[in-house]
């Protein structure tokens, strides 16, 4: 159960850290990183960061460069948010594939209803 203000620091950092993705990747072309959810640990000395990436065929590619530079990116969060927080967290990525899980289970969902429609089609 996440307290008010967790939640009200785990939006800030997200909202502070898409704009920081945004600005990034507009350099990279064909390549989109949003941050879906930000969950920050009852201390606040942790935030873990899911971002979605979009060719998901270089999400393990791009989170791992995102891992590397961290401290360069908790640094670029601290100077955007010096006002709002006293310490800035540390700042873990990993990849959101909830979106590819969904649409895993919709080219399944879709499956399955073709064959019950040929089904149905040829008692008819």
């Known amino acids: 159960m996440d307290s008010t203000r967790q939640n009200k620091v785990a939006r800030l950092i997200q909202k502070e850290l898409s704009e920081m993705f945004v600005a990034q990747t507009r350099q990279m072309r064909g390549v989109l990183v949003s941050v879906s959810q930000c969950r920050i640990s009852p201390d606040?000395?942790?935030?873990r960061v899911?971002?979605?990436?979009?060719?998901s065929e270089r999400a393990e590619e791009i989170v791992g460069n995102i891992n590397a530079n961290q401290k360069q990116v908790r640094f670029e969060l601290g100077t955007r948010m010096r006002h709002q927080l006293r310490i800035v967290p540390e700042l873990k990525f990993f990849?959101?594939?909830s979106?590819?899980?969904?649409?895993?289970?919709?080219e399944l969902?879709?499956?399955?209803?073709d064959e019950n429609t040929s089904e149905e089609e040829g008692e008819n």
């Not at 899911?50 to 060719?55: E, I, K, T």
């Not at 979106?99 to 919709?106: F, P, R, T, V």
């Not at 969902?109 to 209803?113: A, E, I």
């Open 109 to 113: 969902l879709g499956v399955r209803n």
């Open 99 to 106: 979106l590819d899980y969904a649409e895993h289970i919709d």
């Open 95 to 97: 990849i959101d594939d």
């Open 50 to 55: 899911y971002l979605s990436v979009f060719p």
């Open 44 to 47: 606040m000395s942790v935030c």
